[in-house]
């Protein structure tokens, strides 16, 4: 991650990072959730007839690899420069679009769900598992208005989201080769549009945020996972699952299926 990256989060509450995951890695994460996917794993979330939207959420307990993520040097480099220290991981989640019904998310931030004081403190890490493009739905954020608290009502689309309405004339679409990822922070407005595409659109959604400036709700760890990646009570996977945990074994084991 690069200096100009961190000033682009701190100044318009997101960051594309392109090919932050070698084409090693990116082939296990996505035979991982097309194992998922065919063991029927992913729920429907979708509301509208002849649509689909399927979520997965949490991913850790389906996945050795995924548990390890968090832990990658390379991920917690990354959060750790974004947030400051001591950074906990509390949710992980997978969104995939199946090609022609794929549908869009609506528009919503994740701090309308975390409710931090300072959005900022809080980012999601979202992964191209596909290439993702315009035309299968690609990732969209409004730069720049993480600080603007955004009402938000039930979104009829979806079983269980929120959603808010937003002038979205200055979106940017993050167009990203499978591998990419793109950091953003609770308080900035982000969807993706439909996939009517022939083929699949997976991304991998993993939010993270500083125990310091969680909320107290956040802090009594009753609701959201906490993983402590750096500070002082990281210990690389002890403290929470009674061992080491190492993204690079996990990613071999996958390979070597
Ligand atoms: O990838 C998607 O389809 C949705 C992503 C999203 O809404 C999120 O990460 O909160």
């Not at 090609?99 to 998310?105: I, L, N, R, S, V």
């Not at 022939?198 to 993270?208: C, E, Y």
Request: net charge negative; hydrophobic share 40%; proline share 7%.
């Amino acid at each position: 991650m690069t200096r100009d990256q961190i000033s682009q989060y701190k100044e318009a509450g997101y960051t594309i990072v392109p090919g932050f995951f070698a084409a090693r890695e990116t082939a296990a994460l996505k035979s991982e959730v097309e194992r998922w996917v065919a063991a029927g794993l992913p729920r429907d979330v979708s509301v509208p007839e002849g649509k689909r939207n399927l979520q997965l959420i949490p991913l850790w307990p389906h996945s050795r690899l995924f548990r390890a993520l968090p832990f990658h040097p390379r991920v917690v480099a990354a959060v750790s420069a974004l947030l400051g220290d001591p950074v906990v991981k509390i949710l992980d989640q997978m969104f995939y679009k199946p090609p022609g019904d794929g549908m869009g998310t609506n528009w919503h931030t994740d701090n309308a769900y975390f409710r931090i004081p300072r959005p900022i403190r809080g980012c999601a890490l979202w992964i191209a598992i596909d290439d993702a493009t315009r035309e299968n739905g690609a990732l969209k954020v409004v730069p720049g208005v993480h600080e603007r608290e955004l009402p938000h009502e039930r979104d009829p689309d979806s079983d269980h989201h929120i959603r808010t309405y937003l002038d979205e004339s200055s979106a940017v679409h993050c167009e990203l080769a499978a591998g990419g990822v793109v950091f953003f922070c609770f308080g900035t407005p982000h969807a993706t549009g439909p996939n009517p595409t022939s083929r699949a659109r997976a991304g991998v959604g993993i939010h993270f945020v500083n125990l310091d400036h969680a909320s107290e709700e956040m802090r009594s760890g009753s609701r959201w996972q906490h993983v402590h990646l750096s500070g002082e009570a990281a210990s690389g996977g002890e403290r929470e699952y009674g061992e080491t945990v190492s993204f690079a074994a996990e990613m071999d084991r996958v390979v070597a299926g």
